[in-house]
């Protein structure tokens, strides 16, 4: 071996912000318009329960954000909602439960009240390509976490039973 190599067997590669933005391995959200946001999930397993947690920037500042069932799929839930800085930067962490219910393409959506206005609703559209139970394991992308599938997390009652925190 010859002095002065560098015997380090890493390779390092200098990657450019947003190539790092656009890396298959993270979360792709994009804002459509004012409080309109689509996230693609990337591949994910039918009849799975997945934990999915991220950060959005909000145009305002919110005390109030309220999940609203009604306007919501079934498929998704809202578990954990922080102000992750001060209130007048508007930057939020959110936590919700994805239930992969269909095969091939499934988009669902969540809908939360941003303050005391009924007409002001944050849309949140969760979309992936959801494999069948013969056609192999999915790698999750960051931000996305497998959940037991003993249980329906979905449901608030059947939550509190858990000997686990999905937080």
Same mark, same amino acid.
């Given at each position: 071996m010859s002095a002065g190599i560098d015997q380090s067997h890493h390779v390092k590669f200098n990657l450019q912000e947003e190539e790092i933005k656009n890396h298959h391995e993270n979360l792709d959200i994009v804002k459509i318009d004012g409080n309109k946001y @689509?996230?693609?999930?990337? $591949?994910? !397993?039918?009849?799975? +329960? $997945? !934990?999915?947690? +991220?950060?959005? !920037?909000? @145009?305002?500042n919110f005390k109030n954000v309220v +999940?609203?069932?009604h306007l919501s799929s079934p498929q998704v839930s809202l578990k954990e909602l922080k102000n992750k800085s001060?209130?007048?930067?508007?930057?939020y962490e959110m936590c919700f439960v994805f239930y992969a219910s269909k095969e091939k393409h499934d988009k669902e959506t969540a809908?939360?009240?941003?303050?005391?206005?009924?007409a002001n609703i944050l849309e949140i559209n969760f979309e992936a390509k959801v494999l069948g139970a013969h056609q192999g394991t999915p790698l999750l992308r960051n931000g996305i976490t497998l959940l037991p599938n003993h249980t329906n997390h979905l449901d608030s009652k059947s939550i509190q039973k858990l000997h686990f925190n999905i937080n």
């Open positions: @689509d996230i693609n999930l990337g $591949y994910l !397993k039918i009849d799975h +329960f $997945y !934990k999915v947690v +991220f950060s959005l !920037k909000l @145009d305002g +999940f609203v069932p001060d209130l007048s930067k508007g930057e809908c939360l009240r941003l303050g005391d206005d009924e």
